[in-house]
T-cell receptor, first 115, second 114 residues
């Protein structure tokens, strides 16, 4: 079992460019969660998705950020017109069903640097 | 007031020491309590999970929850240098639209020196 796979591991973007972060959940997992970790801060929830559905996007910034989890393929977190403040580690987690009595399995993250 | 407060440390202990890590939370609607370990440049790894007051033990790790005080703890016995990492508490609601969201503490940086 390959675990939660995130790519790329490192991503450098210039201000104003788009960043696309990909997450392939563990085999058999149909629920995906995205978190952001800023320097000196803890992990902050961004969005919770099921295949083809956004369940909770209460942690997503109102502009420039979007997420999807299509029927086929990985979940994508998209950041348009990146700014320096978007530099952070972005983690994806997955679970087999909804949030049950267990925590989630996290990937190793994508480290986004905006220059 | 933050929903979850965790002393960021850093905490440095000698090998073999007992380590105590703590978090407090403000919302009594939180019902599920977790501890994650995060090594540098890695994703968080689930260590312990509990949803009731009391103690839960797993090897050298014991998770303790006191819902009346809104206080959770993680104890590490016979600490090893390989335990050196950042420890994050995480809490979750049981219902509502945010039932999938984990709220994390800031993380405590632990170093166990030989």
């Amino acid at each position: 079992n390959a675990g939660v796979m995130q790519n790329p591991r490192h991503l450098v973007r210039r201000r104003g460019q788009e960043a696309r972060l990909r997450c392939s959940p563990m085999k058999g997992h149909s629920h995906v969660y995205w978190y952001r970790q800023l320097p000196e801060e803890g992990l902050k929830f961004m969005v919770y998705l099921q295949k083809e559905n956004i369940i909770d996007e209460s942690g997503m910034p109102k502009e420039r950020f979007s997420a999807e989890f299509p029927k086929e393929g990985p979940s994508i977190l998209r950041i348009q017109q990146v700014v320096r403040g978007d530099s952070a580690a972005y983690f994806c987690a997955s679970s087999p069903q909804g949030p049950g009595k267990y925590g989630y399995t996290f990937g190793s993250g994508t480290r986004l640097t905006v220059v | 007031q933050k929903e979850v407060e965790q002393d960021p440390g850093p905490l440095s202990v000698p090998e073999g020491a007992i380590v105590s890590l703590n978090c407090t939370y403000s919302n009594s609607a939180f019902q599920y309590f977790m501890w994650y370990r995060q090594y540098s440049r890695k994703g968080p790894e689930l260590l312990m999970y509990t949803y009731s007051s009391g103690n839960k033990e797993d090897g050298r790790f014991t998770a303790q929850v006191d819902k009346s005080s809104k206080y959770i703890s993680l104890f590490i016995r016979d600490s090893q240098p390989s335990d050196s990492a950042t420890y994050l508490c995480a809490i979750r609601f049981t219902g509502g639209t945010s039932y999938g969201k984990l709220t994390f503490g800031q993380g405590t940086i632990l170093t166990v020196h030989p």
